[in-house]
DNA sequence: CTCACAATATATCAATTTGATATATTATGG
DNA sequence: CCATAATATATCAAATTGATATATTGTGAG
């Protein structure tokens, strides 16, 4: 096993375009990166050290005069190879954990009105998270000539994509739980 | 935290169908499940021990005269308790994670011809998985009127419907990727 | 018929990840 | 000027994965 250590490329992807900290990181993480991808502090930090020791990322220690400690990461030639060589391995596990799913596949001794409810509450979800990334979209539109943005661009296009018919989905189950009432 | 283990309630969902050993839970998460959620030994012999101790399961030990040992295990009034509960509560932790959208993220420093590679190796995936999300309909369209097919014939739908969203999202962004070359 | 291989079956382990919590500093709004 | 939010690092138990160990039963090719 070992290396299945997927944080360490969410990280090296990061640092390749700027200096980070651990809490920098995890912001960028919480940012348009959350439609597709997760991580918290409690896998960030020990990533950090450990891909110092190997050599990907190299500390900047950045203490201010008087301020609280603030260790900024660089990425190393070493980090920007480990990198590269994911990239171009067109090997990716692409995992969905729909917790929604699971209760209507798991609903159908219960009332309908409960597979509705929970369909009700995922469309809820959705739609929040669809202004969100029309937001992005419309900001996106007017640099995309700049490099990578259209890379980004794509990812947020796929989860409009995606979310709009998730959207037509719930309009269409309901339609067929109600109908079967 | 603590009960934080959503492979309880996948067991729960499972036996609150048919009595089941370990073994064939997993079996069945792989397959109708395992386009929405995954599942390993690892988890389920674990919390299939806890659950019996905590009285949400029971052992029903079927030794065969000479075979070796299977454990055939049996949902609890109280394990349908929680099941119940459990689907009728509206909150669900609904995560994508895929390595493919992360690889078109951070892509964008490379050729553009990684960031078509990749997809094109995505698009694969989904073709596959599509097929056999249309074979399972197929299956379900004749039997749609009994007790509790709606449901599972409903996830079967959302997982072509998406798949059919990322197919159509792959051919756009291989043009536009191409166009910008 | 038999032998290798696939399928059935349970169990455990290291590595990974989550989600929570602990701790401390700095900025800010009422 | 004080409470709260934001910044910042770190650690831990619990959950999960993916691999591996072990053993038995069914089956198809020779």
Known sequence: M??????????????SHEDLTGYDIKKRIDGSISFFWKGSFGSIYPALNEMEKS???????????????????????AGRKVLADWLKDEQASNDLKYETL??????????????????????KQIKENLELLKLYKENLESV??????????????????????????CTKAKKLLKGRR
Chains 1, 2 share one sequence.
Request: overall charge neutral.
């Open 55 to 77: 050599g990907l990322v190299k500390k900047k220690e950045a203490k201010k005069s008087s301020g609280r400690e603030k260790i900024m990461y660089h990425i190393t030639a």
């Open 2 to 15: 070992a290396k299945d250590r997927k944080i360490d490329l969410v990280i090296l992807g990061l640092l």
């Open 144 to 169: 995309l000539d700049e490099e990578g943005h259209i890379n980004y661009y794509l990812t947020v296009t796929f989860g409009i994509d995606t979310y709009e018919a998730y959207l037509k989905w």
């Open 102 to 123: 699971l209760k209507i596949y798991f609903g159908g001794s219960e009332d309908k009105a409960v597979t509705i409810c929970n369909i009700e509450a995922f469309e």
